[in-house]
């Protein structure tokens, strides 16, 4: 399985966009590229997946290059809500309905006012 | 719409006890999956469910085992507790056909052992 590389941790402010970039330089044909967030003492959730260029959802982009070997989640306008941990994970979603996340150790997102 | 219920929210053992933990899937949702979460770490897969059999497991000692019952809803079963069996326990499900690589977490089981 790919190996994820993302900064430990950033700090932002509100109202600015955060992009966050996802190393996955062993990525495979079948791979898709997900994001979850997870706040304290909640289950992560899902905020976006993709293979290949941009996905646009109402919460997050996500932009992959061309070579796929990493990608970026941006947050548009973030606010103190956003303050919370976001994984980049890289595997076939289509594996046994992709039960098997692999997580790493995410980064912890700070939103200052 | 209830999500993915888990129970219970905290519990505490002594080492070598044995714990149950329990999980409801969101509905319609056929597929579970069990992640420990240590402190300041990411989760990690323990094992899934699907029609009541295990079909993948993680990297996880013979000691945590599981169950689906019929309605889908899961156990997840830990004998002999260790120290670093404290951790918070998700429990994850997947709708049959949905999007792969999207799971919905529940709020986890905080399980202390001392």
């Known amino acids: 399985l790919a190996k994820t590389t993302q900064p430990i941790s950033m700090d932002s402010y509100e109202g600015q966009e955060v992009n966050i970039t996802c190393s996955h330089n062993n990525i495979a044909t079948n791979d898709y590229i997900t994001w979850y967030q997870q706040f304290p003492s909640q289950g992560p959730r899902f905020i976006i997946q993709?293979?290949?260029t941009k996905v646009t959802n109402e919460v997050a982009s996500l932009f992959i290059p061309a070579d796929r070997k990493s990608s970026t989640l941006s947050l548009p306008r973030v606010s103190l809500s956003d303050t919370a941990v976001y994984y980049c994970l890289v595997g076939d979603p289509f594996y046994n309905q992709g039960g098997k996340l692999i997580f790493g150790q995410g980064t912890e997102l700070s939103v200052k006012p | 719409d209830a999500g993915v219920t888990q129970s219970p929210t905290h519990l505490i053992k002594t080492r070598g006890q044995q714990v149950t933990l329990r999980c409801s899937p969101k509905s319609g949702h056929d597929t579970v999956s069990w992640y420990q979460q240590a402190l300041g770490q990411g989760p990690q897969f323990i094992f899934q469910?699907?029609?009541?059999?295990?079909?993948q497991r993680g990297n996880f000692p013979d000691r945590f085992s599981g169950h689906q019952f019929p309605n889908y809803s899961s156990e997840l079963n830990v004998n002999a507790l260790l120290l670093g069996d404290s951790a918070l326990y998700l429990c994850?499900?997947?709708?049959?056909?949905?999007?792969?690589?999207?799971?919905?977490f529940g709020e986890g089981s905080r399980l202390t052992v001392l």
């Open positions: 994850a499900s997947s709708p049959p056909g949905g999007i792969g690589g999207e799971l919905f």
């Open positions: 993709g293979y290949k």
């Open positions: 469910y699907y029609e009541e059999e295990e079909r």
